[in-house]
């Protein structure tokens, strides 16, 4: 008797039940092992992880490929029902080389039994089937985000996701699909909430009439005005709940949606290495904003709009006015810059964050200012409004400890303080590489500072 261990992977881009996938390939494997007397002994069987993943980094794969290692393993030979659904693009050629090494068989349906490592026809039928196993699942993708492109733009569907504040989820009626509809499917929209949608009609209204966002987020939170993190809780357990903040309105004041027409594509899926140097690891796959000019907009409206397009315009022309107008002053401010000796190496005693420089009656001042709503996030923090200090106060005090530290008696303790703290542990990545670069003009720069100020 042959023991064998089986091995799969139920799909994650349909609706097929984990049970019933497991079961078709089992049969399938046993189906190809039982006439010459195998036995499955162990199954190695993954459930909601991509095809596109390598083995090292599904857990059953990985748990399969380590018992390989293993002398006491207990099974002889491995089987695979499915190679579509097990194998990925060049996962074939990347993985097999494991079960040559340990000399463990591998049997697949498409071969009629193990896979010979010294035949092509047997390569290339493998490497066949991981060709179509990545051609399958780009044209899923393709389908879907064609078809939903084209419900958003000409239909004006709802395709899910969380609402926008100020609107909620209502039915629309049964699904349009008669299959979906004979299960109880039905399709939804979106409807003003009689709560939120005043709130967001407000803050139009205050940003055109010239607030900037965090004066709006400040004049809502003092009116007790519950934020959307607050007002949605149940979907929000991970944000805070008891302050507006200056991002939330502007999402808002970008969102076309409140129009009345159906936006999708404003994000995709992007597949990134997970490591640059090693790409057998695969690709890990991450959430990127895309420009505006690729949303899909819908032709006609397709919900109740919170705000005419009027008024969603004049505040896109704000806006604008308000960018050109910053980066005018910023450029105005790069010609003439004037040097702060500690920007960003000031921080407030009392927050821990760092405070910004400012020229006052043609004094350099590094100020901390803690907004209103701020002190609505950190109830427990004593904070003045504004903390200023001065930058004269500290660079004379900063001028007399170097002269001191440096001063012909205590050089060469200051020498030996500075070596050993460029040699000590980094806690950071940053650090460590700082430290690499100064290791050796730490103790060349002390030495060429004490020999100019002994001959001074």
Known sequence: MIRFAFAGRCSTEDLQDPEASRNWQ????????????G?????????GHSRSLPWQRRPRANELLQALRNPNRGFDAVVIGEPQRTFYGNQF???FPFFVHFRIPLWVPEVGGPIDPDNEAHDLVMSVFGGMSKGERNRIKIRVRTAMSSQAQLQGRYLGGRPPYGYRIADAGPHPNPSKAAAGQRIHKLE??????????????LYVDGMSYSAIAAQLTREGIPCPSAHDAARNPHRKKTAWQQGAVRAILLNPRYTGHEVWNKQRKEERLLDVDDVTLGHRTHMTHNPPD????????????????DLFDAARTVRTQRARNQGRQER???????????????????????MQPATIRSRVYYRCEFKEEEAALYPDLTHPRTV????????????????RAFAPDRLSATIEALTHASTAEPHTPGQAQA???????????ARGLGEAMRSW
């Open 26 to 37: 089992l049969t399938r494997a046993r189906a190809l092992i039982e006439p010459a007397g």
């Open 388 to 403: 200023y200090l001065r930058e004269d106060t500290v660079c004379q005090a900063l001028d007399r400890w170097i002269a």
């Open 39 to 47: 036995q499955i002994v162990g199954e190695y069987f993954d459930v």
């Open 192 to 205: 003003p909430d009689p709560a939120a949608a005043p709130v967001v009609k407000r803050i139009f209204r």
């Open 93 to 95: 050629g990347n993985t």
């Open 332 to 354: 105005a401010g790069k010609r003439g810059a004037r040097p702060y000796a500690l920007r960003g190496r000031v921080r407030c005693s009392l927050c821990g964050r760092k």
């Open 294 to 309: 690729e949303w899909i907009h819908s032709n006609e409206p397709a919900h109740e709009e919170i705000i005419s397009p």
């Open 435 to 445: 430290q690499h670069r100064c290791v050796n003009a730490v103790t060349c720069g």
